[in-house]
């Protein structure tokens, strides 16, 4: 049996349709008073001193000396809650970042930061300094799993930050954790939808990792957190892949960057840890749309599935767990032809 497969419209939430270059500035932790039961920014970001104005200048400059100008270029503000560092702080970071775009070296400018700490004012100050994009922490929006991983906000602070952020002809993103203490499918599968209404442009999805020197860890510790699986981070994540199908959201990373601390290959770090927990979803999706199309029409000792060169292997799985799963399944051989 011959089939083939069109990539574009299965994992068009995947497919980048802005090309960009992105020029990452971690500020972990600074700005956030909050304590949330998994954090440990300066592990996450693989930073563990606060950037100086200095830092940010030379790093600016240093991704635009490799960067073509076949891109757009934007400055990313990461790690930390932007909006919650201390307004004269704000302000310097950004006029740094500013004087790029006014200069046309840079297009424009990205923060990640709570819901809690939107508001008007803030809003028109980042209008002011070329920032068009804002990525809301939101995690979840069951306020139960809220409360239990210590975020410090709810639902509804999610839904207000979203809509002004909107009023304001920014670009919202939303960033949403899987496996939080409490949280269940029926309930990451209730946030998505949540989230959706609200109309963000882009999605993060991030499985929750347990990291020592958090509280996260010593409920691990003693018994009160167990975290998932990769198999169960990757059933969730198709389902909320599923979900944004229905939608024209952008999903720009799924799982955690790998830093030297953020690694397979780290002994302390427990729960779904994973270098590519990106392809093992996308090979479920792709499995799943495979399967749907054969499921009453199989014929033949053979699948040949054809799809453009770039996607085979997501078509055989890392590890090659889709060729084993339909060979083992079906009793047939299982081939992916890419085609140019």
Known sequence: ??????????????????????????????????????????????????????????????????????????????????TGIDINSQIEYLKIANKYIKNGKVDSIRISTRPDY?????????????????????????????????????KQDVIDASKLITKYNFRLGHQIMVGLPLSTLDK??????????????????????????????????????????????????????????????????????????ITVSNSNIFGPVSDNLAEYVLAGIVRNSIEEKIEKNLTGEELVIYVPKKYVSICVGPKKINKIYFESKYNLKYIVKGES
Do not use: W
Request: include cysteine; charge should be negative; glycine fraction near 4%.
């Open 118 to 154: 939107i508001n008007d004012e803030i809003l028109k100050m980042l209008k002011d300094y070329g920032v068009e994009t804002i990525e809301l922490g939101v995690q979840s929006m069951d306020d139960e799993v809220l409360r239990a991983s210590k975020r410090g906000h709810t």
């Open 188 to 261: 990451e599968v209730y946030t998505i939808k949540e989230c959706l209404k609200l109309n963000p442009k882009q999605l993060r999805i991030y499985p929750v990792y347990v990291i020592e020197d958090s509280e996260l860890y010593d409920m691990y510790k003693d018994g009160r957190y167990t975290p998932l699986s990769i198999e169960e981070t990757v059933k969730r994540c198709e389902k909320i892949i599923e979900q944004c199908q229905k939608s024209d959201v952008a999903i720009i990373r799924l799982g955690l960057q790998s830093t030297e601390d």
């Open 1 to 82: 049996m011959n089939i083939k497969l069109n990539l574009e419209d299965i994992l068009t939430n995947f497919i980048n349709k802005d090309k960009q270059y992105t020029i990452p500035i971690f500020i972990p932790h600074k700005g956030c008073p909050n304590n949330c039961v998994f954090c440990n920014q300066k592990k996450i970001s693989g930073q563990i001193n606060d950037v100086s104005l200095k830092e940010v200048e030379d790093k600016i400059q240093q991704f635009l000396s490799y960067y073509t100008n076949d891109r757009k270029i934007e400055i990313a503000f990461f790690g930390g809650s932007f």
